[in-house]
């Protein structure tokens, strides 16, 4: 076994077993990577995640419980070891998410540590996509985030075409949430600055503006631009100022968000009616850019739950509003193909002659 870190080892199987080199060490908690069970004697602090070294086994879900474990045993003052069967692929890969967390590192700079700590080290194809995945969302494995979304999209389509029961197993914890908002007033503007306190525009705040699309029947909002599936014909979001990335705490494992929950919707404003906000306006590019598109190919949504999780392969897609229910297009997880001649899968197709595109701020 090889240290990564102070206090943090790299190893196989029977590194775990050799009680004596572990003590020695300094090492008094152990991670497995393993399916079966490993017999780690009882003085040592073990946890165990039941994993396969397979590229289609998903080691994204173990890493905040994983890094929640190492760094609370470190931060304890307790040498931990993590191991799998070589010390490879799935042991590497959750020491290397560790080191993406803590230090705010991309895959390779992670890889790149334990590598040179570790020269044998060699994650398999998928553990590396997840590697990234856990990266561009932020060190997060939450539905907050696109690409994890996307990548247990993908994961359902994978299995949906590897299965034979003719049916695929709803995920509402990874669909994309959008809450529903109000019926937006028949006119609505914003109220002129007033002459106290300001004597410039610039005290204004400028309001981000999106594009959304609703229910032309019941104006029930549905999508954002972020929930589409880019297949070529999508416009480019609103341009907005680079955030600081942020990270490097463990979060314990009683705060991990478990579904999104996030305050999107606000009513409808129109600006470009009142001179003294004119100059606030924004161009916001249309979603779809072809007039060729049959609709708006969007990622599976949570208000979609009531008929996805019936298991069928493809059916209607219904305005979720109890009142109103209009068919707002089809869905089929093995793919939809598009007016523009794209095949995009998995297809959830919501016909541009049933909604209408807006924007709000």
Known sequence: MDEILPGLWLGDFPSALDTETLKEKGIRSVLSAMRGRVTVHETFIRHQISLDDDPDADILVHFPPSIAFIGSELAKGRGVLVHCQ?????????????????????????????????????????????????????????????GVRRFYMERTVGQLRGSQSGGVASMPEMYANLDPSPTPPASGVLSPPSAEG????????????????????????????????????????????????????????????????????????????????????????????????????????????????????????????????AKLGNYDWAGVGCGCGQWVTPGFCINRSKVDEVTVS
Request: charged content about 20%; aromatic content about 6%; overall charge positive.
């Open 86 to 146: 070589a010390g490879i692929s799935r042991s590497a890969t959750i020491v290397a998410a560790y080191l993406m967390k803590t230090r705010n590192l991309n895959p390779q700079a992670a890889l790149k540590m334990v590598r040179d700590a570790r020269p044998i080290i060699s994650p398999n194809p998928g553990f590396l996509e997840q590697l990234e995945v856990f990266y561009e969302a932020f060190y997060t494995v939450s539905p907050e985030a696109p």
């Open 198 to 325: 300001s004597d410039t525009m610039n005290d204004i705040p400028r309001p981000r503006r999106r594009r959304r699309i609703r229910c032309k029947m019941c104006r029930r909002e549905l999508a954002t631009r972020e929930h589409m599936l880019d297949h070529g014909q999508i416009g480019p979001s609103t341009p907005r100022p680079a955030s600081p990335v942020t990270g490097g705490e463990i979060e314990p494992l009683s705060s991990l968000p478990k579904e999104l929950q996030p305050t999107l919707i606000a009513p409808e404003r129109s600006i470009h009616g009142n001179p003294a906000t004119q100059s606030l306006a924004v161009a916001v590019p249309p979603i779809l850019t072809n007039p060729r598109c049959s609709g708006y190919f969007v990622e599976p949504l949570k208000w979609m739950d009531p008929f996805l999780s019936l298991g069928g392969l493809s059916g209607k897609i219904v305005c979720p509003n109890q009142r109103c229910k």
